[in-house]
Nanobody, 121 residues
């Protein structure tokens, strides 16, 4: 099996910072990309940022300039540094990974359980 475990969520005041981490474990042949998504109450899950194994990044317009995605390929871990947080960033943040478990298996996307981020004074 493959597990993605997020950590680093919590309560922060507007303007503050948080750093999320997500580690993938289990039988993994190769990870092609990892990403962060979020879902606020009553809204659909939306893209926050993604990063490929070659370090190409992509951000949603709402977080550009405030959030930074990075990864440690040796540790199968992705990070999300969130600065200048706003109340509208409040959501459950999920990480995912696009990977192959074995050389002969198809690529699949796996998801973590999510971590709550609340931005409030």
């Amino acid at each position: 099996q493959v597990q993605l475990v997020e950590s680093g969520g919590g309560l922060v005041q507007p303007g503050g910072s948080l750093r999320l981490s997500c580690a993938a474990s289990g039988t993994i042949f190769s990870i092609y990309a990892m990403g962060w998504y979020r879902q606020a109450p009553g809204k659909q899950r939306e893209l926050v940022a993604t990063i490929t194994s070659g370090s190409t990044t992509n951000y949603s317009d709402s977080v550009k300039g405030r959030f930074t995605i990075s990864s440690d390929n040796a540790k199968n871990t992705v990070y999300l540094q969130m600065n200048s947080l706003k109340p509208e960033d409040t959501a459950v943040y999920y990480c995912n990974a696009d990977l192959r478990r074995w050389s002969y298996s198809p690529r699949r996307t796996y998801w973590g359980q999510g971590t709550q981020v609340t931005v409030s004074s």
